[in-house]
């Protein structure tokens, strides 16, 4: 089962302690920019991925963001944001 998240622009998730962010997005996919500079083109054509086990396939929502969905095994964290900082504290 995916995970789906909204985001915008300079937004972002962790997979593990790695930060991945939305650099920019339009009809055609999402750029998004890794922990080590590097930019992924993800579409809603197909899946991509973007670190080792974990998949990412886009779903565009204009007035809302994009939408990113997210597989992976279940041993491997993802979390947004927010959610990564809080659990730092």
Not at 1 to 11: D, K, N
Not at 35 to 50: A, H, L, N, Y
Not at 59 to 67: A, L, V, Y
Request: aromatic share 8%.
């Amino acid at each position: 089962m995916a995970l789906t998240l909204t985001l915008q622009e300079g937004q972002g998730f962790y997979v593990g302690n790695r930060r991945w962010y939305v650099e920019s997005f339009d009809d055609n996919g999402v750029d998004l920019i890794g922990p080590d500079g590097q930019k992924v083109r993800v579409t809603e054509k197909e899946s991509v991925e973007i670190e080792p086990e974990v998949f990412a396939q886009e779903g565009f929502i204009p007035e809302m963001g994009c939408r990113i969905a997210l597989e992976a095994p279940r041993k491997i964290a993802i979390l947004r944001d927010d959610l990564y900082d809080r659990s730092r504290t």
